[in-house]
């Protein structure tokens, strides 16, 4: 089996990333309004426990970007004649469909939640594969 060179600080910067477009995401300026609506919550609801919040995305953009970084090098192996970004795109885009995209439609569909709803989480997290992707597939 391939062994994985773990790099800490590209690892370090995907959770920022994650961080960062979560922020963004799902801000007043781009989909927190509508997700807020969607879910029946207030955007101020969010920030009533923020260290719990924020420590448990932390850790869990910290688990996604170990992975990733584990599926890009699983990647760049089996396909050796993909470039980096290739790599890092094709890795995020199966990602997302298999751990992300089709388990939250599953949810959708059971939940009876509306897929605008879907359409916006999920999003978040092509983004965030797509970008760490690349960064953890170039930056190893």
């Known amino acids: 089996m391939q062994t994985v060179d773990i790099n800490w600080l590209a690892i370090i910067v995907a959770v920022m990333v994650n961080m960062a477009v979560g922020m963004v995401w ?15 919550r207030k955007l101020e609801d969010m920030s009533k426990d923020p260290a719990k919040s924020y420590t448990l995305t932390t850790a869990g953009a910290f688990a996604q ?39 939250q439609g599953v949810n959708t569909v059971f939940a009876g939640t ?7 989480n999920t999003g978040y997290f092509l983004v ?13």
Do not use: C, D, M
């Not at 799902?26 to 029946?40: I, M, Q, R, V």
């Not at 509306?114 to 916006?120: C, D, E, M, S, V």
């Not at 965030?128 to 170039?138: F, T």
């Open 26 to 40: 799902y801000s007043k300026s781009f989909f927190g309004k509508e997700w807020a609506k969607l879910t029946g």
């Open 65 to 103: 970007a170990y992975v990733l970084t584990h599926f890009v090098t699983y990647a760049a192996y089996f396909y050796p004649t993909y470039n980096n970004f290739s790599v890092g795109v094709f890795t995020a885009v199966w990602s997302w469909v298999a751990f992300v995209a089709v388990p």
């Open 114 to 120: 509306r897929k605008k709803l879907w359409a916006i």
């Open 128 to 140: 965030v594969l797509l970008i760490n992707g690349v960064l953890l597939a170039s930056w190893r």
